[in-house]
């Protein structure tokens, strides 16, 4: 068991991150152990909620208008159209130019 992880794991664990597959453009210059060491720490400051139920993730999904799916537009692309109108398309100065303007 040892010489396993001796010969494949530790080398593994002091290569630095390169990730595989969806998590192909993320690396780091850190070793995996260390990113590793910060997922769990985080994990672990993440799941400190405890209530008279127990322990909880303090992470709260949430629906936005984003999530909606099987439409052709998205609720987000519509608003953006529908209130485009209502912003001008040269910013207005708010306050005097200083100096007076002069």
Do not use: C
Not at 30 to 54: C, I, Q, W
Not at 55 to 79: D, K, L, R
Not at 85 to 91: A, I, V
């Amino acid at each position: 068991m040892l010489t396993r992880v001796d010969r494949k794991v530790m080398p593994w664990l002091h290569r630095p991150y390169d990730g595989r597959g969806p998590y192909s453009h993320t690396s780091s210059e850190k070793p995996t152990y260390e990113e590793l060491a910060y997922m769990f720490a985080t994990l672990d400051r993440a799941s400190g909620m405890v209530d008279h139920n127990g322990h909880a993730v303090a992470f709260q999904p949430g629906i936005g208008s984003g999530t909606v799916g099987g439409i052709p537009i998205s609720v987000e692309q519509m608003f953006k159209v529908l209130t485009e109108s209502l912003y001008l398309d040269q910013p207005v100065d708010t306050l005097p130019p200083l100096g007076g303007g002069r």
